[in-house]
């Protein structure tokens, strides 16, 4: 008998039907607002003023809280996304998980370097190398996001199972700030975007957690300065 086209069969021998198969429209998202950040980020060097304490030490702040999310986003997907998927994937399919990591160590090779220049950020910086290494790491990410999107997610959506994407969700609701991530997603994002991003969660909980977590974004924003 020929397989219903709406089935996919995984490697533990059952069919999942492609309705029941993980969103990852959220991981998309987040790919958006880590290259708006990116750029954001690099712009806000443009003709500031490194002897304004205040002003530098928020552009330093936003920055720590890009740099972590970041790091947690690529912790997360390297501990509870990619490995368990290796384990049940083809070998080709190994091949492109095994590129995932690869492409996470020279993500983060530029990122050590944005993290130590936008740590000491202050008068005599060189903001026009540390512009420079914005446009590296945007340069990586706008690779990375589409071969993870293109070929990586949908591996493990093939493989991976609801439990083990609670912990990655878990693992991500731990990280500092937590709580900003999702309006900071929605910043300058497409009304799509928007959607999707408060989608995420059952209408009750979005009717409290949207605005709460908006006023406190909206608060860290102006205090910033960024």
């Not at 020929?2 to 059952?14: E, I, K, L, P, W």
């Not at 443009?46 to 920055?63: E, N």
Request: proline fraction near 4%.
């Amino acid at each position: 008998a020929r397989q219903n086209a709406s089935t996919v069969r995984s490697s533990r021998g059952t069919d999942t039907s492609v309705a029941d198969q993980i969103d990852f429209t959220m991981n998309t998202n987040m790919h958006s607002a880590f290259k708006r950040e990116t750029c954001r980020l690099r712009d806000s060097l443009v003709g500031i003023d490194l002897s304004d304490a205040q002003r530098v030490s928020g552009l330093r702040r936003r920055y720590r809280f890009f740099s972590t999310t970041l790091h947690a986003h690529h912790e997360g997907e390297d501990t509870y996304l990619w490995p368990p998927a290796q384990e049940r994937a083809t070998p080709a399919e190994k091949v492109v998980l095994q590129a995932m990591t690869a492409e996470h160590i020279a993500l983060q090779d530029t990122l050590n370097h944005l993290d130590e220049g936008m740590g000491s950020l202050g008068p005599g910086a060189d903001t026009a190398a540390l512009g420079g290494h914005f446009d590296e790491l945007l340069a990586v990410l706008n690779g990375h996001c589409a071969h993870e999107e293109r070929d990586g997610v949908p591996i493990v959506q093939k493989y991976l199972t609801r439990p083990e994407l609670k912990d990655f969700m878990a693992f991500t609701r731990a990280q500092e700030d937590s709580a900003l991530v999702l309006p900071w997603v929605c910043d300058g994002a497409t009304e799509q975007e928007k959607q999707t991003t408060w989608a995420m969660m059952p209408g009750f909980v979005r009717l409290f957690v949207r605005p709460m977590t908006t006023r406190k974004y909206q608060r860290f924003t102006r205090e910033c300065g960024v």
